[in-house]
């Protein structure tokens, strides 16, 4: 079987050069005498690979010096407890914006250690709109305003910041760091799971205010989870994933080589306008997401009818391109287009649908 | 470089058809069109391997259909705050063995959550000895004992677990599982970091009762550090360390087309007592751990001084035996010959143990 254009939300697609210098170096690293996956944590080699995947990120992202990079495990779920118990009192008021079934979870797990309010409920409109925060809406005394920066479910994105005022926002962007420019010196701290679009499961990215590092928390907090101790051992206080954080620093490099990550939000930008052009004049396929809010990395659309739905989603598979199914609680289509989907890919979607839409009116 | 015999505590050496199987099929997994860490966790291919890994471990650890299997993240060190969390009320008393380094990090980390009281502690014979455990030396209220199983540092295990009466053991059997045959009833709940013999870092493999899986825990516990969460969502909740679990899974076949644990644990006996044996009777390098707590798995020795040590690990590293340095806290030297290191490798140590002594004898 040949590779397929692969559309999954996520574990997602890599770049292939990514998979091809991998695959080369899998069993005998240059220079070490054994595969990444077998070096001590401890060893020079490994550490050189940590520390060159660090310096590639904090370029390829302008990460200030004052902030830390952590790479931890655990995915996002995990730092929907970490933000809370290390960036907030136990008991203290935390600010989220509800905008998707993600940003939800992190409300849920905020209350477990905070009183995590929410400031805005997408939930009156399906989650189609990021509906609008102002100040005035966040309580002046919360730690923080956690928004989801985007919402992969539901393909909507923050296009615009929120204005928080004075208070610090926190911010998810597993699906959309490196597919789009930051100023990362907006956040006290961003997050991502690396397997959208910078790697592979099992690795987490935290890059987090280092004046918001303190060792002076509730006794209780397990100390693997403890941003400081984190970033006191470079990563390293246990031992990290260590292959996850080499797949990631192959991604970074490759970033770099393709110009960069504004050079990737302008192909993003191209890739998802080609199909939401489409879905705009289509008699078939409808999109999801308000416009003002669509995501350049996850694009919703809908068929009539499931009966339509599973005939395109069959079509399409027959074609190479899968995992174009929409997630069980949305239902119709997503085609999540990170940094790794080529305009190719894209491009033989798009024609599916243009013959998909022909054949019926046939 | 050619690969070399790779010595280390962990990440360790990793047997080398596990390592081509995974090379040859990195870029395009068969049948699937793409890689295994391209999968999205939810389809097909993918369950496949994580309920092929399972089913495998189980056949070959014997594990009872009343024990869950838990694929986490995190290592070992999380496992010292998801133990107290799950298994004790907060406050309770829990009851750890000191006989190493990690085996303390387990108790300062049990003190968080509960009233985690050392049995014994090992400090006092510079952790040399596993301390004999009597029935009575256990507070009979504590929710479980805590045993290391075998600690890496220092060269010790128990070659006999203790009678812990009516209360459960909880082992960490990171560097012996699969190195040797345990029972796994005799104990509440074994946990050991996959990077040492079962594949490579960032999983962490959990065998708990299932009678010992609650809902009824603090509230403030997170999600992610709920074994009964894991349990349910078959170690999905979130996203799982998936190519990490792929690895494991080909380790797993590995060591069942070697003739299973109890083959491994014969051969790996040969191996240490190969080192062991000369160990005894040489002017030159001396065994750290007590002859009756030997490990099968990391072999620990010492040399007259820091300049012979150097001198010795110089020599080892120039034959392609690397990581032979002892851990900080104990020097000397550490040979870890897990399940993945073949006899023909230790025989090459033994050799320059050999002509070491013999050199220094001209």
Chains 1, 2 share one sequence.
Not at 49 to 61: N, P, S, W
Not at 182 to 195: C, K, P, T
Not at 251 to 269: D, P
Not at 313 to 332: E, Q
Request: aromatic content about 8%; some cysteine.
């Amino acid at each position: 079987m040949d590779r397929v254009y692969n559309f999954s939300a996520g574990p997602s697609q890599l770049p292939l050069p990514v998979l091809e210098q991998a695959q080369r170096d899998l069993v005998n690293y240059p220079g070490a005498g054994c595969s990444v996956m077998e070096m001590s944590h401890r060893s020079k080699p490994y550490q050189a690979i940590i520390d060159t995947a660090e310096k590639t990120l904090r370029r390829i992202m302008n990460i200030p010096d004052d902030y830390a990079v952590l790479f931890l495990q655990g995915g996002a779920s995990l730092q929907f407890s970490m933000i809370p118990m290390n960036l907030a009192r136990q008991g203290q008021t935390t600010a989220y914006a509800v905008t998707g079934q993600f940003a939800k979870k992190a409300w849920e797990e905020g209350k477990r250690w905070g009183n995590a309010v929410a400031v805005v409920n997408g939930k009156d409109t399906n989650f189609a709109r990021i509906p609008e925060i102002t100040p005035d809406m966040i309580p002046q005394d919360a730690a923080y305003l956690h928004i989801t920066g985007n919402n992969t479910i539901f393909g909507t994105t923050y296009n615009t910041l929120p204005d928080t005022g004075n208070v610090p926002l926190v911010c998810d962007l597993s699906s959309t760091i490196l597919g789009k420019e930051f100023d990362v010196s907006r956040f006290d701290l961003i997050y991502a799971g690396a397997q959208k679009n910078m790697g592979i499961a099992g690795l987490t990215v935290v890059i987090v205010k280092k004046d918001r590092l303190t060792d002076d928390l509730d006794p209780v907090i397990p100390t693997m989870l403890r941003y400081k101790v984190m970033a006191d051992n470079g990563s390293m206080y246990n031992t990290p994933p260590c292959f996850a954080i080499y797949m990631a620093g192959l991604v970074f490099q490759w970033v770099e080589q393709e110009g960069g990550v504004k050079a990737l939000e302008e192909r993003n930008t191209k890739k998802a306008y080609a199909l939401y052009d489409y879905l705009d004049q289509s008699q078939v396929f409808h999109p999801v997401a308000d416009p003002k809010d669509r995501s350049i990395m996850n694009v919703t659309f809908t068929l009539p009818d499931d009966e339509q739905t599973a005939a395109f989603i069959k079509m399409a598979a027959g074609r190479g391109l899968t995992n174009i199914k929409g997630h069980r609680s949305v239902g119709g289509c997503r085609a999540s287009i990170y940094n790794a989907m080529p305009m190719e890919g894209v491009q033989k979607l798009l024609q599916c649908m243009k013959d998909f839409e022909a054949g019926l009116r046939e």
